[in-house]
């Protein structure tokens, strides 16, 4: 079965940064889209950054020009680099991904376990 493992969460002050990771392990055919969300409790999941295969990158406007997206295909695994991260960012990060686990098999979606981000002084 396809698993995905977060990691890189922590505890940081305002305006410092942290690196999430997300590696898809597994008998995998192909990966397709790639994608960050983040949820606060009792709130809905919502997309914070997409990316496709060939790395054409999209983010939500509040983490936009701080926020990168990135992936290595050869080694499975999305990225989320977070610059000059503030109070509000403070989320449990999911990681999201649509793959193909052979070739007679529907594209499904795969979460991550979720990684705690908490921002504050």
């Known amino acids: 079965q396809v698993q995905l493992v977060e990691s890189g969460g922590g505890s940081v002050q305002p305006g410092g940064s942290l690196r999430l990771s997300c590696a898809a392990s597994g008998d995998i055919f192909a990966i397709y889209i790639m994608a960050w969300y983040c949820q606060t409790p009792g709130k809905q999941r919502e997309l914070v950054a997409v990316i496709t295969p060939g790395g054409n990158a999209n983010y939500a406007d509040s983490v936009k020009d701080r926020f990168t997206i990135s992936r290595d295909n050869a080694k499975n695994t999305v990225y989320l680099q977070m610059n000059s991260l503030k109070p509000e960012d403070t989320a449990n990060y999911y990681c999201?991904?649509?793959?193909?686990?052979?070739?007679?098999?529907?594209?499904?979606?795969?979460w991550g376990q979720g990684t705690q981000v908490t921002v504050s002084s």
């Open positions: 999201y991904t649509n793959i193909q686990i052979d070739s007679t098999n529907s594209v499904t979606t795969f």
